[in-house]
């Protein structure tokens, strides 16, 4: 289910237990990794040495970090009704990195190891938002970013933040900040515009 398109409904709980010792992601980019290796080790004239050297880093580099999460997850107990700490931090980088497009709850909860029902209600104890909810405040507050530091057009905007277009963008954002984009942005630019103004004065003053 889309983030973008609706909010989440209702799941059946799942029993997810992980026990195979590596993630099956990270098991198929291993693979990946290492086929890479082997395919530059088999090359005529001695084999791209250093290549090969490069894939069996990151391969090292991935089952470091899995290894670290584990660790974590062993350690770290969550509190009754929220995620623990390797959870959030999980989720929130997925959707920082991911926030240009379409974010399912199924892909949020499979990173947290729990069903999707039980990911949002543990999301919600930990976050005090709905992951729907959540997805939206980090696109609005991108926009924010975007408005203020670039003259970037608001369709531009909205696809770069996950928006299905500017309309969907516009109702959304002025739904979460009481503004439509453009007097938002007037209003940002018309306040730095006062600081500059205030600023060269008291530069001038203190000369």
Known sequence: MAMAAQRPQAYDPLDITPTLPVAPPLSARLRL????????????AGGDMDRARGCIARAAALLREDAVERQEMARSEPA???LAPWQVRAVTRFVETH?????????????????PSHFSKRFRGSMGLSPYNYVIA?????????????????????????FSDQAHFSRVFKRVTGDSPNAWRRLQRGRAGSARREGLAAAAFDN
Do not use: F, H, K, Y
Request: charge should be negative; include cysteine; glycine fraction near 8%.
């Open 80 to 82: 009754r009704g929220q």
């Open 138 to 162: 980090r696109r609005v507050a991108l926009a924010q970013e975007v408005m203020t530091s670039t003259d970037e057009g608001l369709s531009e905007i909205a696809l770069r933040c996950g």
């Open 33 to 44: 990794l290492l086929d890479e290796a082997g395919q530059a080790l088999g090359r005529a």
């Open 99 to 115: 926030i240009a497009r379409n974010i399912a709850i199924e892909e949020l909860a499979a990173l947290a190891r729990l069903s």
